[in-house]
């Protein structure tokens, strides 16, 4: 098993160098967390699962809006290892309680703490859960938006897609009977597909989050984890950006996913964004933010 510790530790002190006005300390806050002030009626760490520690979401209810209402989740990116929840990559995302959304910051377990796909599973453990207790949580379990960046696109996707194909689909948390399927699927700068279609994450990172230093001995899984091979004509709506200029994840693995997406359905988008990198600010501003929740409206008819 590929020991990893040390080139966390070398990016933590990376990062931390990089950084100015916050500490870093932890592959966690390699992405650090909002400032909750001013954000008024939320609720945090949230239980959805009981196997690890990071079975937690955030909500954070709209300003304005009429009841039951929609949900907007985040699955945080972080090469499968670093971040968190309620992280400042979720916070411009807050902008959706303007539009009547109930926005979810969703923790996930990271490796080496948890291998693949107990992630993916969490992902729709956390989406049964709140299905499951939609009346209490004031929500509509049939318009429910999943949003995933980098890995965290990866995972958001790979858990939309196998609820139609039935990979993954063992219910590890026990709401049985539950759809996890979201409603609408938004995917910025996913790295969808390890093999195929461009790809600059190193094999360390694959390594870790797959639990080997062999990925050939793990090559049916890798070719199965890519949520490409799980699209079919039951393929949630999906709204797809990535910079052309994309330094860690090639935007060819957004163009290859859409490109798929199109053989079978036509209520799909993709934005290739000119001049911006992995994660660009550009895109996290309040207007392009908007322009999601414009496609996201429109798919759940509001």
Partial sequence: MIDVSELIRQNIARTAERVQGYEVTTKEEMIPRMCLEGYGDYQLDIKYGGRTSYEKM???????????YPVFIEVHGGAWYFGQKCSIEFE???????RGYVCVS??????PEGHYPLPVQEIKGAVRYLRKNADRLRIDPGRIVLWGGSAGAHLAALAANSCDTGYL?????????ISAKPNALVLWYGCFDYYHNGRLLEDWIYQNFFGTDNLDSVREELELSS????ITDKAAPTFLQHGRSDTVVPYTQSEAYYKMLLKHMKQCRLELMEGMDHA??????????MRMFDFTDMVLGR
């Avoid at 411009?92 to 303007?98: D, E, H, N, S, V």
């Avoid at 660009?280 to 933010?289: G, H, I, Q, R, S």
């Fill in 58 to 68: 955030d909500l954070f209810y709209p300003e304005k809006g009429d009841m039951p």
């Fill in 92 to 98: 411009p995302f807050l902008c959706g309680r303007r």
């Fill in 106 to 111: 969703l923790g996930y377990t990271l490796s």
């Fill in 169 to 177: 689909e063992e219910d590890i948390f026990g709401y049985r009977g």
């Fill in 227 to 230: 949520p490409l091979r799980h």
């Fill in 280 to 289: 660009d600010a550009k895109l996290f501003t309040e207007v392009n933010v």
